[in-house]
């Protein structure tokens, strides 16, 4: 194992609606099942399957989230799309249907789920003249610098 690898491993709870399961932030709760949804995310059809677990992610601060997991069959594969609440390090996943009423969400706590870093720039309208000072300081340094050589040859 290298450093700073993430060992966080996802952890499947089996829940019916209404159904709560803890991290160590709060709570999560299984509010609604839709069929097929369509919204600006997703767009399926009467002939495709999926399903998509909706649910809350209260923390303890009193910060709440949705979340909205995603288990469909396309091309005779079961595929899983995992929803993400980042400030709270969640991952959640619908895993599996186990019978008509209860379903398994996986979910995984990691400080590790954003890979990038957002860097905010600020445009300074007068930056070039504190380049220009630079750039006359170095000068001013380079050229005391020789003199004080010349001065100590002779």
């Keep these: 194992?290298?450093?700073?690898?993430?060992?966080?491993?996802?952890?499947?709870?089996?829940?019916?609606?209404?159904?709560?399961?803890?991290?160590?932030?709060?709570?999560i709760r299984l509010d609604t099942?839709?069929?097929?949804?369509?919204?600006?995310?997703?767009?399926?059809?009467?002939?495709?399957?999926?399903?998509?677990?909706?649910?809350?992610?209260?923390?303890?601060?009193?910060?709440?989230?949705?979340?909205?997991?995603?288990?469909?069959?396309?091309?005779?594969?079961?595929?899983?799309?995992?929803?993400?609440?980042?400030?709270?390090?969640?991952?959640?996943?619908?895993s599996r249907i186990i019978d008509p009423g209860t379903i398994e969400i996986s979910v995984k706590e990691s400080a590790k789920l954003t890979p990038f870093i957002a860097l905010k720039v600020l445009k300074f309208p007068m930056i070039n003249l504190v380049w220009i000072g630079t750039l006359i300081m170095l000068a001013g340094f380079l050229i005391s610098m020789f003199y004080r050589l010349k001065l100590l040859k002779r």
Excluded: C, W
């Excluded at 700073?4 to 709060?26: C, M, N, P, W």
């Excluded at 910060?63 to 969640?90: C, H, M, R, W």
């Design 1 to 27: 194992m290298t450093t700073g690898e993430d060992t966080a491993q996802f952890r499947t709870h089996e829940v019916k609606l209404g159904d709560t399961i803890y991290y160590s932030a709060g709570y």
């Design 33 to 94: 099942v839709s069929i097929n949804p369509n919204d600006e995310r997703h767009a399926f059809t009467a002939k495709d399957t999926a399903l998509r677990a909706e649910l809350t992610v209260q923390s303890i601060e009193g910060s709440k989230f949705k979340a909205y997991p995603l288990y469909y069959l396309k091309d005779n594969k079961i595929n899983y799309e995992l929803d993400t609440v980042i400030s709270q390090g969640l991952a959640i996943g619908f």
